[in-house]
């Protein structure tokens, strides 16, 4: 399976109808070199611009689903979009994720569990999903989690009891955190033995620095490839397979105590 992690730059000055329409040139030029590409967290806002929420929220099916439905159904290839600022008419704002099919078909929707923020931001000005999402392609079961879920592996643990093989993080990560990224994302790879697929953004978000450095990693926690700081597509030829191969050789999944059933009183 050959998987393309976007690593798109989100700068101050340029709108975020620019920023869709260069997201979607992006993912049209991966057309056949790509079975599954992957955007980052709230690129069309920055993920630090709160104040760009509110302005720029948009229905679920609003003009960045149109306009990555449509690349997908263009490249032929199944795009995980990254996330939104989503409003819902009967609700707050969620930080919402979208999954698209081949044919430009929603596949699924994620609305991020873990806020970030410490009582500011996005902990604040969004509100927390509920629901454990995995998506089924041809050769992977995508598990879907969003940058600061990362930090918190009982879900990725659920994630992976629910059958994902595949483990999905669109993040806006700061640089000065980098070092917790790279780390992270290995753990949530090494423990759940799944490949982690992990996709951040380049450039500034309201004069915060953003980490880059997407990353690929297996279920031993090797490191298949990992971009640098700027604006770059990161593509890595991966087989699924070794999921189950990894399990079978290494069966720790088995050995849990805890977590598998209620305590006791």
């Not at 099916?61 to 306009?67: H, K």
């Not at 994630?159 to 595949?166: C, F, I, M, S």
């Not at 990161?234 to 079978?248: F, M, S």
Request: with cysteine; net charge negative; proline share 6%.
């Amino acid at each position: 399976m050959r998987a393309s992690l976007i690593q798109i730059a989100v700068d101050e000055g340029e709108s975020v109808e620019s920023r869709r329409e260069r997201a979607a040139s992006l993912v049209r030029s991966q057309a056949g070199a790509a079975d599954l590409v992957v955007l980052p967290e709230l690129w069309t806002t920055g993920a630090f611009a709160f104040e760009e929420f509110g302005r720029e929220a948009e229905p679920l099916e609003g003009p960045t689903y149109e306009a990555m439905a449509k690349a997908a159904s263009d490249a032929g290839l199944w795009l995980h979009a990254g996330s939104i600022p989503e409003r819902d008419p009967d609700g707050p704002l969620y930080n919402t994720s979208l999954v698209f099919t081949p044919t430009g078909a929603l596949a699924a929707a994620y609305r991020k569990v873990h806020r970030f923020g410490f009582d500011k931001g996005e902990a604040v000005l969004m509100g927390a999903g509920r629901d454990l999402v995995t998506v089924r392609l041809p050769d992977t079961t995508l598990g879907l989690a969003t940058c600061y879920d990362l930090r918190f592996p009982e879900l990725f643990r659920s994630l992976v009891d629910a059958g994902a093989e595949t483990l999905v993080v669109p993040a806006g990560w700061p640089e000065r955190r980098r070092a917790h990224w790279t780390l992270l994302a290995r753990a949530r790879a090494v423990e759940d033995q799944a490949f982690v697929l992990a996709c951040g953004t380049a450039g500034t978000h309201a004069g915060v620095p953003q980490a880059g450095h997407s990353i690929v990693v297996d279920p031993w926690g090797e490191v298949l490839a990992e971009a640098g700081h700027g604006e770059e597509i990161l593509t890595v030829e991966y087989d699924p397979a070794k999921v189950a191969t990894t399990r079978e050789q290494f069966p720790a999944l088995k050995d849990r105590v805890l977590g598998l059933e209620p305590p006791r009183r």
